[in-house]
């Protein structure tokens, strides 16, 4: 049996979008969790064992606690076509 794929909606403004999540596996996540750290350590800083500016390597043994995740566009419009309305 096929693996079920995960979907979302997101909607602002009143506009949905619909997206299939993967979540990456934790060889991918490192430069991820950084730039994630880097841009909003005001907020998530004290989620993380390491401080922000850290190296990309630092992240490594810490990627499989921390899932990431990617969300790959289900609508047409964001291929370039026109979705039905």
């Known amino acids: ?32 969790l950084k730039a994630y750290l880097d841009r909003y350590a005001s907020e998530v800083q004290r989620f993380f064992p390491v401080p922000k500016g850290s190296a990309v390597e630092a992240f490594n043994d810490l990627a499989p606690r921390y ?16 979705a039905a309305r």
């Open 67 to 82: 899932p990431v995740f990617e969300l790959q566009s289900l609508d047409e419009t964001a291929h370039g076509g026109d």
């Open 1 to 32: 049996m096929p693996a079920r794929q995960a979907e979302i909606v997101l909607v602002r403004a009143m506009r949905r979008r619909r997206y299939a999540v993967r979540e990456l596996p934790p060889g991918l996540r490192p430069p991820l």
